[in-house]
C-alpha cells in the first residue's frame, strides 16, 4: 500500500489542504494533552517551508447537533501558533467553509497558516456529503492526508475531498504508519509475534484471522483468553466469556495447527472475587485451567508473563494490541507491564496498534523505547483486519 508523501509533491505557492487530526482531550476549553497537535508539525512545517499555503482541517469530538462552542477548534489556533512560532488564522465559521475562511484563505502569502473550524459543525462531513467534499476541495489546489485516527472513515475529509483535488499524498505520519506497519504486516523480520489482548473477543474476530496467516506465534491475554480456555474445556469461574465464541475459538485453535502457528495463551492468572478499580482488591494466583467458581481472572500471572516475555525475546517484530489485564487498576496492571516491559527490552521492530495499548505504554513511560506507537486505535485495527482503509485508498499511489 504504497502511497505518495509531501516528498513527491511540489507545493510553492499552492494551497494545500491538510487533514490532520487536531482530535485532542480538553477540559473547560482547555487543551489537556497536545501530543497530536505535536505530532503534525513535521508535515505542517515541511509544508511551510516549502512555501505551501497551509490550510489545516480537523474534526473535534462528536457534536450531536450541528455547531457547539465546546467543540471548537479555537483552544487548538492558540496552541499550534504557540508551537509553530507563528500567526495561525482560525477561520472560525459555523458552516466551516464560509465567508471568513474564503478571506483568510484569498489574503495566504506562502508559508501561511488558516485552521478552519470542526469539519463535523457539518452532518454532511460524517456522511461523506459531496457538496461539503466539493466547498471543502474549492479552498485548495492539492490534498494532504496526515489523520491515520481517521483514515478508516469516509468522511468528506478524509476521502470525499481527494474527488475534486489533485494530487492527493500523505504526510509523515500516516507515511510512518503505511511503512512501518505494512512491512510488518506484508513483509515482517521474523520470528513475527503478534500479542493480542483487550476484553471483547468479537472486536479482534478478523484481527485473529489475519494474523493467523502471517504471524509465527500469536499470544493471547486480557479478557478475550478466557473464551480459548473455555473452549480448551477449562474452568474459568467467573471470568469474561462470550458463549457464541467457543466454536470460533476451537476452529482458531485448530488453524493455528494446521498452519505451524503458535498459539499461546495465560497457563496462570490472576484472580479476584469481584472486578473492580480499587487497588486494595485482594488477588489470587490461580492455574488457568482450575479458576474457582467464585473468582475472575483480571491479568494474567507471573508464569505467564514469563511465557510471553520468553516469546517476545525470541522476536525479530512484534506487533501488539490490547492490554493484559485490567491495566486502569495498578494491582492489575502487572501483566500488562511485563509485556510493554519485554516489547521495551527487545531488539525487534516493535509496533503498537494504538488504542488502550499504547495508553498503558504511555502511562508506563516506556513510549519512547517501541519502535513505532499508532496514532489510530480504530484505523489500526482495521488495518490489521486487512481491510481496505478508504482514507488511505483515496490517495495516490507511489
Not at 319 to 347: C, H, R, Y
Request: hydrophobic share 45%; proline share 4%.
Amino acid at each position: 500500500m504504497a502511497k505518495k508523501t509531501i516528498d513527491n509533491i511540489q507545493v510553492a505557492g499552492k494551497r494545500v489542504l491538510v487533514r490532520v487530526d487536531f482530535n485532542v482531550p480538553m477540559k473547560d476549553g482547555k487543551i489537556t494533552n497536545d501530543k497530536r497537535i505535536v505530532a503534525a508539525l513535521p508535515t505542517i512545517k515541511k509544508l511551510i517551508a516549502d512555501g505551501g499555503k497551509v490550510i489545516l482541517c480537523s474534526h473535534l469530538g462528536k457534536p450531536k447537533n450541528g455547531p457547539e462552542e465546546k467543540f471548537s477548534l479555537a483552544p487548538v489556533a492558540v496552541r499550534l501558533s504557540e508551537l509553530l512560532g507563528q500567526p495561525v488564522v482560525f477561520a472560525n465559521d459555523d458552516e466551516v467553509v464560509g465567508e471568513n475562511a474564503k478571506a483568510a484563505v484569498a489574503a495566504m502569502k506562502d508559508g501561511d497558516v488558516v485552521l478552519l473550524q470542526n469539519t463535523r459543525f457539518r452532518k454532511e462531513e460524517t456522511k461523506n456529503v459531496e457538496t461539503f467534499s466539493k466547498e471543502l476541495a474549492s479552498l485548495a489546489d492539492c490534498f494532504v492526508s496526515d489523520a491515520f485516527g481517521s483514515c478508516h472513515r469516509a468522511h468528506c475529509s478524509t476521502a470525499g475531498v481527494t474527488e475534486f483535488l489533485s494530487p492527493n499524498v500523505a504526510g509523515y505520519l500516516i507515511g510512518k504508519e503505511l511503512s512501518v506497519m505494512g512491512k510488518a504486516l506484508e513483509n515482517a523480520e521474523r520470528p513475527f509475534v503478534a500479542i493480542l489482548g483487550g476484553a471483547k473477543i468479537e472486536d479482534k474476530l478478523n484481527v485473529i484471522n489475519n494474523l493467523m496467516e502471517k504471524v509465527d506465534t500469536l499470544i493471547i491475554g486480557g479478557g478475550m483468553a478466557f473464551t480459548f480456555l473455555k473452549a480448551k474445556g477449562y474452568e474459568i469461574g467467573k471470568s469474561l466469556l462470550d458463549e457464541t465464541k467457543i466454536d470460533y475459538c476451537k476452529d482458531m485453535m485448530k488453524k493455528a495447527q494446521e498452519k505451524g502457528v503458535k498459539l499461546l495463551l495465560p497457563i496462570d492468572t490472576v484472580c479476584v472475587p469481584e472486578f473492580t478499580f480499587d487497588p486494595a482488591v485482594p488477588t489470587t494466583v490461580c492455574d488457568a485451567d482450575k479458576i474457582p467458581a467464585d473468582l475472575e481472572g483480571c491479568d494474567i500471572g507471573p508464569k505467564t508473563q514469563e511465557l510471553f516475555a520468553a516469546a517476545v525475546k525470541a522476536a525479530k517484530t512484534v506487533i501488539w494490541n490490547g492490554p493484559m489485564g485490567v491495566f486502569e487498576n495498578p494491582t492489575l496492571a502487572k501483566g500488562t507491564l511485563a509485556v510493554a516491559q519485554a516489547m521495551a527490552d527487545s531488539d525487534a521492530v516493535t509496533i503498537i496498534g494504538g488504542g488502550d495499548s499504547a495508553a498503558a505504554v504511555e502511562q508506563m513511560g516506556l513510549g519512547d523505547k517501541m519502535t513505532h506507537i499508532s496514532t489510530g486505535g480504530g484505523a489500526s485495527l482495521e488495518y490489521l483486519e486487512g481491510k481496505v482503509l478508504p482514507g488511505v485508498a483515496a490517495l495516490d499511489e507511489a
